[in-house]
C-alpha cells in the first residue's frame, strides 16, 4: 500500500530525522550560546550581588528508646516521627526562639530546619541554614536540646496518665482476689490475671521517660556558604537556555519568515507526506532523475517546452518551481537538441492540472530556493497536492546552487531554446 495514497497516508507515520533536525541546531547553535551566556551572566549576578549567603549547621542525635525495639522499617520511622513532629511543633519553635537572640519568627525557622536520617537507625541529624554560621549552630544545638527536653517531658505526661489507669486496674483486681475463698475455683486465674497486670505495671513505670534523645557529635561547622553557589547556578542555567534557545530557534525558523528552510521543509513534507531528504543534496532526487531519463528514452514528441501542456496519453513529471530555484532533472541532456520531453514546468501559483492531464502525471517535483519569498506559496501547493495520488518530491536548493544549475543549463542549451521545459 503506497504512503501516497490519499485514502491511507494518514496511517502511515510521518519518519523522524533526527539527523536533519540535529543539523538545524547546529546552525543555531551561535545566536543559542550568545542568549545563553547573557542568561547565565545575569544569574551569576543577581545570585552573588543581590542574594544573602546562607550557612548551615548540623548536629547528630541519637534515639535511645526506653523499649527494646523489633527490627524493620516501620519501627524505625516511629522511632523518629515524634522528633520530627516536634521539630515543626510551635511550642518548640518559640522556646528556641527565646533562647537564641536570631530576629527569626516560627514560620521563618521552621523552614530553615531539617531532620535527616543518619548512617544508622537511631541516628538524626538536625540541621539548620541561615545567614550566619555561629547563628546556624546555636540554633541547632538549642534545637536538638529543646526537642529533647520537650520528648522527655511529654512522655512522662503521658506515661503517669497510664501509670495511673494501670494502677486503679491492678488495685481493683487485687480486691476481688482478695474477696475470694481460699477454695474457690476461679482464684487461680483470678491470681494469674493479677500477675499480668502487676507485669504491665511495671514496664509501663520502666518506660516513664520514654524515648530521649541526646547530642552525639556536634561536628566543627563549616564556614563555606551552602547557598546561593553563582558558578554552578548560572551554568544550570545557562545549559537549560541554550537548548530551549536553540529549539526555539529552530521551530521560529520554520514557521516565521517567508524565506523557506530546512527545518520548514522538513515539516511540511512529514505533514503532506511527500518526499524530503536533506541528505540527498539539493538537486532533483536520483529516483525521479533515472525516471525523466527512461521516459526521455522512449517514443516521445521532440520537446514539450515549459508552460505548454503535455500531449494526451504520455507520462510526464510536473516540477512546480519557486522564485530562485531552477528546474534540472538531468544533467547528461542531449546537448545538440536539448530535448526533456519527460518533464512539464510550472510555478508554485499556477494550476496545472487545467494545462496537463492528472491521469498522465507520474510525480510532482516542488523546487524552492533558500533565497525566495514563497514559503507561503510552496505551502499551499503541498497542501493541493496532498489530495492527488500522486508521489511528491520536495527539492529545497540553496541559492548558489540554483545559480550554478542555471548558468549551466544556460551554457548547454542551444541557442534561443528556453533552459527549462
Known amino acids: 500500500m503506497s504512503v501516497h495514497d490519499a485514502v491511507h497516508r494518514g496511517d502511515v507515520p510521518p519518519p523522524i530525522d533526527l539527523a536533519g533536525h540535529m543539523r538545524e541546531l547546529g546552525r543555531a547553535l551561535l545566536p543559542a550560546v550568545i542568549i545563553a551566556a547573557l542568561v547565565g551572566a545575569g544569574v551569576f549576578y543577581l545570585r552573588s550581588e543581590l542574594t544573602d549567603e546562607q550557612y548551615a549547621a548540623s548536629v547528630v542525635a541519637e534515639i535511645k ?32 526562639l527565646g533562647q537564641v537572640d536570631s530576629d527569626l519568627d516560627a514560620a521563618e525557622l521552621a523552614s530553615s530546619v ?74 487461680p486465674a483470678s ?27 556536634n561536628p566543627e561547622q563549616s564556614t563555606t556558604p551552602v547557598s546561593p553557589k553563582p558558578v554552578s547556578e548560572a551554568l544550570v542555567a545557562a545549559l537549560a537556555v541554550l537548548i530551549i534557545a536553540a529549539e526555539l530557534i529552530v521551530l521560529l525558523r520554520g514557521r516565521l519568515g517567508r524565506k523557506p528552510s530546512r527545518s520548514w521543509a522538513r515539516r511540511v513534507s512529514r505533514r503532506f507526506g ?25 517514443d516521445r514528441p521532440a520537446a514539450m517546452g515549459a508552460r505548454h501542456a503535455a500531449p494526451k496519453g504520455d507520462s510526464v513529471i510536473v516540477a512546480l518551481v519557486g522564485e530562485g530555484a ?9 546537448s ?34 533558500r533565497g525566495g519569498r514563497d514559503k507561503k506559496a510552496a505551502t499551499t501547493a503541498l497542501r493541493r497536492l496532498e489530495d492527488f495520488d500522486i508521489p511528491v518530491h520536495l527539492v ?12 549551466t543549463s544556460q551554457t548547454i542549451a542551444p541557442e534561443g531554446q528556453s533552459h527549462a521545459s
Open 396 to 407: 529545497l536548493q540553496n541559492k548558489n546552487t540554483a545559480r550554478r544549475v542555471d548558468e
Open 114 to 187: 531539617e531532620l535527616s536520617p543518619g548512617t544508622s537507625p537511631a541516628l538524626l541529624t538536625v540541621t539548620v541554614t541561615t545567614r550566619s554560621p555561629e547563628l546556624a549552630a546555636d540554633l541547632a544545638r538549642t534545637m536538638v536540646s529543646t526537642m529533647a527536653s520537650t520528648a522527655t517531658a511529654n512522655a512522662i505526661r503521658d506515661s503517669q496518665e497510664r501509670t495511673d489507669e494501670g494502677q486503679a486496674t491492678l488495685d481493683a483486681q487485687q480486691a476481688r482476689v482478695d474477696a475470694l475463698p481460699a477454695d474457690d475455683p476461679s482464684r
Open 191 to 217: 491470681l494469674s490475671e493479677l500477675a499480668d497486670l502487676r507485669t504491665r505495671q511495671s514496664e509501663l513505670q520502666a518506660a516513664a521517660g520514654g524515648d530521649r534523645l541526646v547530642v552525639l557529635s
Open 326 to 334: 531552477v528546474f534540472e532533472p538531468t544533467r547528461g541532456q542531449d
Open 65 to 96: 528508646p526506653a523499649q527494646t525495639l523489633v527490627p524493620g522499617d516501620a519501627f524505625i520511622e516511629q522511632m523518629r516521627a515524634p522528633f520530627i513532629e516536634l521539630a515543626k511543633d510551635r511550642g518548640v519553635l518559640d522556646q528556641v
Open 336 to 369: 545538440t537538441t536539448g530535448h526533456r520531453g519527460a518533464t512539464v514546468e510550472f510555478g508554485l501559483t499556477e494550476q496545472w492540472w487545467q494545462l496537463t492531464d492528472v491521469g498522465d502525471v507520474e510525480s510532482v517535483v516542488v523546487v524552492v530556493s
Open 274 to 298: 511527500a518526499h524530503f531528504d536533506p541528505a540527498a543534496g539539493d538537486t532533483v532526487p536520483p529516483a525521479v532523475a533515472s525516471r525523466i531519463a527512461a521516459l526521455e528514452r522512449g
